[in-house]
């Protein structure tokens, strides 16, 4: 492949003051790829998408490098980059309803971001918003886009913010939970439609999510993060069936599915024992250590980097079950 | 079914709002959230509610939990009618069947050291007395230190957090649980100790679970029986595992269709 990846991020450092939420990450999505970045609350994975997009709340530092489009974006300035926001990057955030103008029409609110980014008159923008809300499967275009936000529902909302993020052929959408605030009847036809529209402009997608089935749904690669780094990385097929590192496998042990549950009742689910650490009070060495089973004193002292197994462990699943047979 | 004796049960339960009037002179419309319910739930037994967003759900657990009056229908709790019975028996009825909720940052006071917290629902049941060894003896259940007493919510994550908002509504003694998502808001790592938390509480304090949740594995691995609500009428019942693998109602099999797993999603053939 000669193209440039969509984004090719390198010991990215965010932070707040003297204390870092996310530690040193480094991945990439090559043009038209799908990434999975994967954690639980306080990993550290969303303040890695907001670093993306020059979006971190005030007072928050980047550091190291995130290439895109043949910049580094943590040293561009804020109008180079609101310039940029919406056409070759943009973002899908979690909740519909607070990131919609509440006061303004949604076919406005699509239109406004063809406007900005592409040299056409209003109307034209309009008629693009329409034709872009017929791709999202919106019953009633043209009526819809009259509405205003809260006249529509999650579902339909979430698809308006869809087509917003897609409406200049991005090279890279990152959607941050995008379906988590939605009904499960709903989320599927979301995941579906982000699916095939990503795949047809061919934009990469970063998909920013704690479900796991979602990942594997949808993604082609996948990062694993704890407490500010990445603790896996790798093909989804191969990380999702054979992972490596405990707290990989330990999430997806502690997803029920219908096959583990006993019809008696009996089945207990596993989970995974204690708590994702604070940022003020990381553990030494590995930040997994308290809560692995294969966790020694190595493992308490140094921190392992990510190997070429794609687990950043000292003691990786396959190899301890080794030991202890 | 005739040999269940439900200890909390609603029967023929209908509830209906009234909408605002379309023209000055229409007659205003109504819009029935519940449509004839039959719900309940035995002593020792764990039951789930499953059902789309704007199905009744939160409606019936209104209902169930005595927060909102039927239009019509009884809520029967121990034998008696709660709304025609006295108020000593429709007190007992408000001791006896208790809530956690979903978010547990939200449901808890920021402000309210967890002791406090605790004491709360003994003060507005106004259950005399001395509450002390009941408040250890409940932090025991729930797994957690007495040193959390003199905390704040902020303090602890949301798995200890869900674990004192249960703690709490186990503080009156009470026989029934109505949990709506307990779980929604928390990590999937930690979703497992409170599920198996509320699984031990049914078995080992003989109480009945009420168990609300979106994600049917859940259900199904917490609940032994499970109904199915949409356009508030109850569609299906039956054992979760059995129901959720060979569902019959159209409603039953789209929530099931809706279902992704990680097996699904590696295999391709989820979306």
Request: glycine share 8%.
């Amino acid at each position: 492949m000669t193209t440039a990846p969509a984004i090719e991020v390198k010991n990215l450092i965010v932070g707040y003051e003297d204390l870092n939420a996310v530690r040193g990450v480094s991945f990439s999505v090559p043009a038209g790829g799908r990434m999975g970045l994967v954690g639980e609350s306080g990993s550290g994975k969303s303040m890695t998408a907001l670093a993306l997009m020059g979006l971190l709340p005030s007072g928050w530092q980047a550091r190291g490098e995130v290439l895109h489009d043949g910049v580094n974006l943590v040293t561009q300035s804020d109008k180079a980059l609101s310039s940029r926001r919406g056409k070759t990057i943009s973002m899908v955030f979690q909740d519909p309803m607070s990131s919609l103008n509440p006061v303004r029409r949604v076919g406005d609110q699509i239109a406004d971001v063809i406007h900005r980014h592409s040299d056409v008159s209003r109307r034209e923008a309009m008629r693009q918003a329409i034709d872009l809300m017929v791709q999202m499967n919106l019953p009633r275009p043209e009526q819809l886009a009259r509405s205003y936000p809260h006249q529509i529902s999650g579902g339909q909302k979430q698809r308006i913010m869809i087509a917003m993020a897609l409406a200049c052929y991005p090279q890279l959408i990152i959607a941050d939970e995008p379906t988590t605030a939605l009904d499960v009847t709903v989320q599927k036809q979301v995941l579906r439609l982000l699916n095939a529209a990503t795949r047809e402009r061919n934009s990469a997608l970063l998909m920013i999510t704690h479900d796991l089935p979602v990942i594997a749904a949808m993604c082609d690669t996948v990062a694993v993060m704890y407490a500010g780094r990445i603790v896996e990385y790798g093909p989804v097929q191969e990380v999702f069936r054979n992972p490596r590192h405990h707290y990989t496998r330990g999430l997806l042990d502690s997803q029920p599915t219908m096959d583990n549950i006993a019809l008696d009742g009996t089945s207990r689910l596993v989970s995974i024992p204690g708590m994702v650490p604070p940022l003020q009070r990381l553990p030494s060495g590995c930040a997994f250590h308290p809560r692995c089973p294969a966790a020694t004193d190595k493992c308490r002292a140094e921190m392992p980097e990510l190997a070429a197994n794609g687990a950043a462990c000292w003691h990786p699943v396959g190899a301890t079950a080794a030991v202890e047979a | 079914m005739s040999d269940r004796r439900p200890l909390l049960a609603m029967q023929q339960v209908t509830q209906a709002y009234s909408l605002p009037r379309t023209a000055l002179f229409s007659p205003p419309g109504s819009f029935t959230v519940l449509d004839s319910i039959d719900f309940d739930v035995c002593a020792g037994e764990a039951v789930g509610l499953v059902g789309e967003s704007g199905a009744g759900k939160t409606t019936l657990t209104r209902i169930l939990t005595g927060m909102e009056r039927p239009q019509s229908g009884q809520v029967m709790f121990d034998g008696t009618d709660i709304w025609a019975a006295g108020p000593a028996a429709r007190a007992n009825f408000r001791r006896s069947v208790q809530m956690v909720l979903q978010n547990p940052r939200s449901s808890l006071d920021p402000r309210m050291r967890v002791g406090t917290a605790l004491l709360e629902p003994m003060r507005s049941l106004r259950i005399e007395g001395d509450h002390v060894k009941r408040l250890h003896e409940v932090l025991d259940q729930v797994g957690l230190d007495s040193s959390a007493l003199e905390r704040f919510p902020h303090e602890f994550s949301g798995g200890q957090l869900q674990r004192i908002a249960i703690a709490r509504a186990l503080m009156p003694n009470p026989r029934v649980l109505v949990a709506d998502e307990p779980v929604s808001a928390l990590d999937v790592s930690i979703q497992a100790q409170v599920l198996n938390l509320l699984k031990d509480l049914v078995r080992d304090l003989n109480l009945g679970l009420v168990f609300i949740a979106h994600d049917l594995s859940v259900v199904a691995y917490t609940t032994s029986r499970v109904s199915v609500i949409a356009a508030g009428r109850i569609v299906e019942v039956g054992q979760p595992v059995e129901l959720f693998t060979r569902p019959s109602a159209p409603q039953t099999k789209n929530l099931v269709d809706a279902v992704l797993t990680v097996e699904s999603g590696l295999s391709g053939a989820a979306l």
